[in-house]
């Protein structure tokens, strides 16, 4: 199986902050990597895919990179509601696997 | 707008079958180039996928649950299901099902049901 590594697994940080989330994967997946966002009590919601696709209603704050084995989700100027875990996923070979996750506290 | 509802049995006892069903409203489970999976979450950890399944019936199951996973089709119903035999309290989850939207290259999940608990107890 292809893991995911997440770093960190948790930081705080203040509205407005630039907030970045890095993603290493076992083995090359290419591109073939999604980011989610999970809200207390809520299923996982897309927000980038393909590494760097936006997905559509998603804000423009939030942004994906990389190739290969490292990845990063950007949030450019966190806002309230910003403050969840967020998680990636690669596609790039079966099993699809996730990992294990970036919480995003109040400072 | 499509949207996906999980129903099935909130409690299973040891060594009994979770059975559970996702029914898709806003779109046919038939379209030929979308795979429909299940995955879950235990309470306070993270997300693994359980498989997919093809409107064709073609499946794909994670190695770790292969033995003991059933995923099917009802196209008339517009439904995709889930059985888990032999479960253990490790089984204990929240279970989301979910579309595998596709480019035709890549793939990601979405959108994905509200999520239904099934605690595993006696």
């Known amino acids: 199986d292809i893991q995911l590594t997440q770093s960190p697994s948790s930081l705080s940080a203040s509205v407005g902050d630039r907030v970045t989330i890095t993603c290493r994967a076992s083995?090359?997946?290419?591109?073939?990597l999604n980011w989610y966002q999970q809200k207390p009590g809520k299923a996982p919601n897309l927000l980038i895919y393909v590494a760097s696709t936006l997905q559509s209603g998603v804000p423009p704050r939030f942004s994906g990179s990389g190739s290969g084995t490292d990845f990063t989700l950007t949030i450019s100027s966190l806002q309230p509601e910003d403050f969840a875990i967020y998680y990636c996923?690669?596609?790039?070979?079966?099993?699809?696997?996730f990992g294990q996750g970036t919480k995003v506290e109040i400072k | 707008q499509l949207q996906l509802q999980e129903s099935g049995s909130g409690l299973v006892k040891p060594s009994q079958t979770l059975s559970l069903t996702c029914t898709v409203s806003?779109?046919?489970?038939?379209?030929?180039?979308?795979?429909w999976s299940w995955i879950r979450q235990p309470p306070g950890r993270g997300l693994e996928w359980i498989g997919y399944?093809?409107?064709?019936?073609?499946?794909n199951y994670n190695p770790s649950l292969k033995s003991r996973v059933t995923i099917s089709v009802d196209r008339s119903k517009n439904q995709f299901s889930l059985k888990l035999s032999s479960v253990t309290a490790a089984d204990t989850a929240v279970y989301y099902c979910?579309?595998?939207?596709?480019?035709?290259?890549?793939?990601?999940?979405?959108?994905w049901g509200q999520g239904t608990l099934v605690t595993v107890s006696s």
């Open positions: 083995q090359s997946i290419n591109t073939y």
């Open positions: 979910t579309r595998d939207a596709t480019d035709g290259t890549s793939n990601w999940f979405d959108p």
């Open positions: 996923q690669q596609n790039n070979m079966t099993p699809w696997t």
């Open positions: 806003g779109g046919s489970i038939s379209s030929g180039i979308y795979s």
């Open positions: 399944i093809y409107h064709s019936g073609s499946t």
